[in-house]
């Protein structure tokens, strides 16, 4: 009889009742059915190849059977052995959730990283670019183009200009002279005498008598719309 020694694992026992049998691997699927892949699963304990467990709980059994094997402790070993493998497998897994949450916080972190370096790059070409050759060529350009414009407007603004008006006395007269809005001056004329007056924006006469005197402005003889004898307000220009 064979020993059922706890220590052995459910494959093995059951491969020692088989050898002891004289029973060989073909005869013993034949009998249970069971395909001989399958049973050289069985007998090598391949947990992990071995189709889901209630499957391989009857395989067990009648495998068991065929060899006059006990079942129940062969189902028992095996549930034993897939209890162990189960923890073993266990924290490998915990292990590789671990891992792979680490992972994705560096490829987070990484990401990050490489989105912060990407913008600052984008940043410094938009600046370049905004700063670059051709920018300056349009700044240089929009500078000449005001410079021009400032030295067009000084060249369309007309110089001061300095105004000129002679009054020649013809006849004696009183004359009554405001020059560019200052305060008036007054003068008695006799005939013969010349004033020459200069101004920027303009003059304003009263004179006695329109016909007692004559006027140059720039050079140019001015007349007086008024008749002679009587007295004229004059506006110049």
């Keep these: ?3 059922e020694n706890k220590s052995f694992s459910f494959g093995h026992y059951l491969q020692a009742f088989r050898i002891e049998k004289g029973i060989g691997l073909e005869e013993l699927s034949r009998e249970t059915k069971i395909g ?3 049973l050289s699963l069985i007998e090598n304990e391949q947990v992990d190849k ?3 467990e209630v499957f391989v709980k009857g395989f067990l059994r009648s ?3 065929a060899v006059d094997a006990d079942g129940d402790e062969a189902v028992r070993r095996y549930l034993a052995s897939i209890g162990v ?6 924290p490998e897994k915990v292990l590789n959730k671990a891992g792979l949450r680490y992972w994705h916080k560096i490829f987070l972190i990484f990401g990050a990283f490489l989105c ?3 913008i600052s790059v984008a940043s410094v070409y938009d600046l370049s670019d905004k700063t670059g050759p051709a920018e300056i060529i349009k700044q240089k350009n929009r500078s000449a183009d005001i410079k021009q414009k400032v030295i067009d407007e000084k060249s369309l603004k007309k110089p001061d200009e300095k105004l000129s008006l002679k009054v020649l006395a013809v006849k004696d007269t ?4 405001i020059i560019d809005g200052q305060n ?7 005939s013969g005498d010349l004033l020459e007056l200069n101004a920027s924006s303009g003059y304003n006469l009263l004179v006695g008598d329109a016909g007692a005197i004559k006027l140059s402005f720039n050079e140019k003889a001015y007349d007086i719309a008024r008749e002679s004898g009587r007295a004229a307000n004059i506006q110049i220009p």
């Design 50 to 52: 071995l189709p889901p």
């Design 116 to 118: 912060i370096v990407i």
């Design 174 to 177: 009183w004359l009554k002279l």
């Design 1 to 3: 009889m064979i020993s």
């Design 184 to 190: 008036p001056k007054e003068y008695i004329l006799k």
């Design 36 to 38: 001989i892949d399958c």
């Design 63 to 65: 495998y068991a059977k």
């Design 85 to 90: 493998i189960n923890k073993m497998i266990k």
